[in-house]
C-alpha cells in the first residue's frame, strides 16, 4: 500500500488520517514521544535489536576509544560499557538527553564514561583521536557533509563507524514523506536511500562502507520486557492503558508498518577511515556497498 493513500482531504484541508485517527499537522519527535510520552530507553530505530546489529559490526574491543554521537539518553553506552572495558564518551546537543544518560551510565561507577555537550558537525576533538563511533538516528538531522567529514576527521585511521539510521526503500513522494513524518517521525525528512548514505560516507573519505535494510516493527510487549524490564514496562503499558491518545498513536504506527512495509525501514551501516592517510582523500564516484535484505 502506498503511504499517500493515508493523506485525506477533511473540511478543505489535507491531513493524514489512518482509521478513524486524524494525526496532528506538526512532525512528529519520535525520540521525545519514546522518551517523554512512553518513558522507554531506547530511543532509535530497532530498539535494542538495532544498536546491537550496529554494535556486532563495530566490534568494540578493550581499551578502545569509543564515541557515541548524539548519544541520547545513554543507552547505547551502557550496554557497551557492561560488556567492554574502554573508553566511552557520550556527544548530544540535548542536556536533557545528557542529564538522563548520566543517569543511566553514571561516571562515578563507570570511570572511563565521559559526556559532552556538543555539535555533531564541530565535535571539538582532536584530528584520529578514536577507534569507532557510533551514530544512531542522529546524520537525518545534520548536514551530511559536515557530519561525515567530522566523522572521518575525528577516527583514527583504520577507525570505524557504525551507523543505525531511517533509511528510504524507496524513493519517496512529497505525499508519501509528510505522512511518515507526521505519522513515525520527522526524521524521515533526512532520510535517504541505502545508497544516498554510502555516497555521503564515501564522499567524506571513509572507504569499506557496507550495509544491510532492516524493516520497522511495531514493539511487542515481549520486546518491551526485555528492552526495559519488568518494572518500567509495566509503567509503559499503564501509561498506554490510561491515555487515549497514547493508545490511537501507537495504533496509527502500527498500522501503518504493517501496512507499508516496502517504502521504509532503517539501514545498518559501517565504513572505515583508510590505514594510509593518502588514501583518504573525499571522493564522489559512485562506487556503492551492496545493501543486504535480511
Request: hydrophobic share 40%.
Amino acid at each position: 500500500m502506498n503511504p499517500a493513500q493515508f493523506l485525506v482531504n477533511e473540511r478543505g484541508h489535507q491531513v493524514v488520517k489512518i482509521g478513524a485517527y486524524v494525526l496532528p499537522s506538526e512532525d512528529f519527535n519520535l525520540a521525545r514521544f519514546l522518551r517523554d510520552d512512553l518513558g522507554t530507553t531506547w530511543l532509535h530505530a530497532g530498539g535494542i535489536v538495532g544498536t546491537r546489529r550496529v554494535l556486532d559490526q563495530l566490534d568494540i574491543r578493550p581499551g578502545m576509544t569509543v564515541l557515541d554521537l548524539g548519544c541520547g539518553v545513554g543507552s547505547a553506552m551502557c550496554y557497551v560499557a557492561k560488556r567492554v572495558p574502554c573508553r566511552l564518551i557520550g556527544v548530544d546537543k540535548d542536556p536533557e538527553m545528557l542529564r538522563r544518560a548520566r543517569l543511566a551510565v553514571p561516571p562515578e561507577l563507570f570511570p572511563d564514561v565521559h559526556y559532552v555537550q556538543g555539535d555533531a558537525t564541530r565535535t571539538g576533538f582532536a584530528a584520529d583521536s578514536v577507534d569507532r563511533v557510533i551514530v544512531q538516528s542522529v546524520a537525518c538531522f545534520n548536514d551530511n557533509d559536515a557530519f561525515f567529514r567530522e566523522v572521518a576527521r575525528i577516527l583514527r585511521p583504520g577507525g570505524m563507524v557504525g551507523m543505525n539510521e531511517v533509511t528510504w526503500r524507496k524513493p519517496p513522494t512529497e505525499a508519501i514523506e509528510k505522512v511518515m513524518c507526521a505519522t513515525i517521525c520527522e526524521t524521515f525528512r533526512g532520510a535517504r536511500l541505502a545508497e544516498g548514505w554510502v555516497e555521503k560516507m564515501q564522499a567524506a573519505g571513509l572507504e569499506e562502507a557496507t550495509c544491510e535494510l532492516h524493516a520497522f516493527t511495531a514493539s511487542t510487549p515481549y520486546q518491551l520486557l526485555k528492552e526495559e524490564g519488568l518494572v518500567r514496562t509495566a509503567g509503559i503499558m499503564w501509561r498506554v492503558l490510561r491515555n487515549a491518545e497514547l493508545n490511537m498513536r501507537l495504533a496509527a504506527m502500527s498500522n501503518l508498518f504493517s501496512r507499508c512495509p516496502e517504502y521504509f525501514g532503517y539501514g545498518v551501516f559501517t565504513a572505515c577511515k583508510p590505514r594510509s592517510t593518502g588514501r583518504g582523500i573525499p571522493r564522489s564516484d559512485g562506487a556503492g556497498a551492496e545493501c543486504a535484505t535480511p
